[in-house]
C-alpha cells in the first residue's frame, strides 16, 4: 500500500501515485553526503549517522511531487496526529476531517466497502499562502490501521 520509506519513522497516506507523507529520515553512513559531511567534520561516518531529527513532509500527485522539512517538530506532533487519524478510522462511518497543524489537513470519505479515499491539504511553512492538494485513491482501512500501528510504534 504504501511506498518503500527511507530509513526512520514514515507514515504513508495513499497509493504509490498519490500520496501524503510524514518521514523522519535515518542518515545513513553509506550515503555520499552523509560521507562528505563526515570527512569534513572529521569523524567518521558511522558516528555521523543515526536517527535524524527533521520531520518532512512528502507529497506526490500523479508523478509529480514536492516535500519540505518541518523544523522544529517534536515527535509528538506526529504522533497526535496519527493518533487522531487511527481514532477517527476506527470510529468512522462517514467522513471526518483530522487536523494536522499549520502544514497538513486531511479530509476523509468513504470509497467503497473497508476503504477511504483522502484529500490532503499541505501548506508549506515558508509559503503560507500556498495550498497543495493530493486526492488518493481509495485506501484500505485495515492497511491503513496497521501503518499508523506500526508509525505509533516506531516512535515508541
Not at 495513499?14 to 518521514?23: E, F, I, K, M, R
Not at 503560507?128 to 506500526?150: M, N, Q, R, Y
Amino acid at each position: 500500500m504504501s511506498p518503500i520509506a527511507p530509513g526512520g519513522p514514515a507514515l504513508f497516506i495513499g497509493t504509490d501515485t498519490d500520496y501524503v507523507a510524514l518521514v523522519r529520515p535515518e542518515l545513513d553512513p553509506a550515503d555520499p553526503g552523509v560521507r562528505l559531511a563526515a570527512e569534513q567534520a572529521g569523524v567518521a561516518p558511522e558516528e555521523f549517522a543515526g536517527p535524524g531529527d527533521i520531520w518532512a513532509v512528502l507529497c506526490e500527485t500523479d508523478g509529480e511531487g514536492d516535500g519540505f522539512e518541518l523544523p522544529g517538530v517534536r515527535d509528538s506532533e506526529p504522533a497526535g496526529f496519527a493518533e487522531r487519524l487511527r481514532a477517527e478510522l476506527a470510529a468512522a462511518s462517514g467522513p471526518f476531517t483530522v487536523d494536522g497543524g499549520a502544514v497538513l489537513r486531511l479530509e476523509a470519505r468513504p470509497a467503497c466497502e473497508g476503504a477511504y479515499a483522502f484529500t490532503a491539504r499541505v501548506t508549506p511553512p515558508d509559503d503560507p499562502e500556498t495550498e497543495l492538494t493530493v486526492e488518493t485513491g481509495p485506501v484500505s482501512v485495515t492497511g491503513l490501521l496497521a501503518d499508523l500501528d506500526a508509525f505509533l510504534g516506531s516512535l515508541g
